[in-house]
């Protein structure tokens, strides 16, 4: 119920994992362009009477008093402090953290030479405690189905923002680094294969807006593209378009 859903790619993959000229995901509206980040997709569960669940995306790891939790990456750990201090709300809510940097991924050395460990806010859900109720007496083939049809009711871009607003000082957290934010960008997203990674090559020219320490490699992985609302989602990222251009003339 709380797993967070799979993001599609802007165009579609083919075969070997490589981008066909098919554009899946069509944007006809002002968008959100945040950074993608290279670490592992982590969740706290926080319930309205302030019962806590940590968890990976696939695994719940830890509940509030557990004597053992499942030291998993690292997550616990690492977003413990937080759900402690969270402040409950009327609904159950989930907080989606992407944890990167220390040996999370290959991917780390980008973000720090100094095996520091960080976390990004990237999205939040809302269940009202009834649905929720009514969704745990579903089987689990239709609480998937709900989810990856788009059945959770994720927070707007200005809504998730504002959750930052009721975070202790002491705990304090960031969103993934917008893109270009002060100018929602008015896309016309590119539309060609070529012309996407030439854009997406411009929009991450200094590297990645989250290193850790001065010591990271700095190469982004991509970015992740929204509405203002969350209705439509995609990813962008540099391997893909480098996995299609490999062996071929652009």
């Known amino acids: 119920m709380t797993k967070y859903p799979s993001i599609l790619t802007y165009h579609k993959l083919g075969e070997k994992g490589r981008l066909l000229d098919e554009v899946q995901v069509e944007f ?97 859900v809302e269940i009202d405690p009834y649905k929720f109720k009514e969704l745990c007496d579903l089987p689990i083939e239709q609480i998937s189905a709900w989810r990856e049809n788009g059945g959770q009711d994720f927070l707007s871009d200005e809504e998730l923002r504002n959750t930052l607003l009721d975070v202790p000082v002491e705990v304090l957290f960031e969103l993934t680094p917008r893109i270009g934010f002060d100018q929602k960008i008015l896309l016309d997203l590119p539309i060609s294969l070529n012309n996407t990674y030439d854009w997406l090559n411009r929009m991450l020219s200094e590297g990645t807006f989250a290193k850790l320490d001065a010591g990271g490699v700095g190469r982004a992985e991509g970015v992740v593209v929204r509405t203002p609302d969350r209705s439509k989602i995609a990813k962008i990222r540099f391997e893909d378009y480098e996995r299609t251009f490999r062996g071929r003339k652009r």
Not at 45 to 58: A, K, M, N, T
Not at 68 to 78: R, S, T
Not at 93 to 108: A, I, L, P, Q
């Open 28 to 124: 006809d509206c002002p968008v959100i362009v945040t950074e993608k980040i290279d670490g592992v997709n982590a969740r706290i569960i926080l319930f309205p009477d302030g019962f806590y669940i940590i968890g990976s995306r696939e695994e719940l790891l830890y509940g509030k008093g557990d004597l053992i939790g499942n030291p998993q990456l690292g997550i616990v750990d690492e977003l413990k402090p937080v759900a402690e201090a969270l402040v409950p709300s009327d609904n159950l809510r989930v907080y989606y953290f992407e944890v990167y940097g220390g040996n999370v991924t290959k991917g780390s050395k980008q973000y720090t030479s100094e095996k520091k460990v960080g976390h990004l806010l990237f999205d939040v």
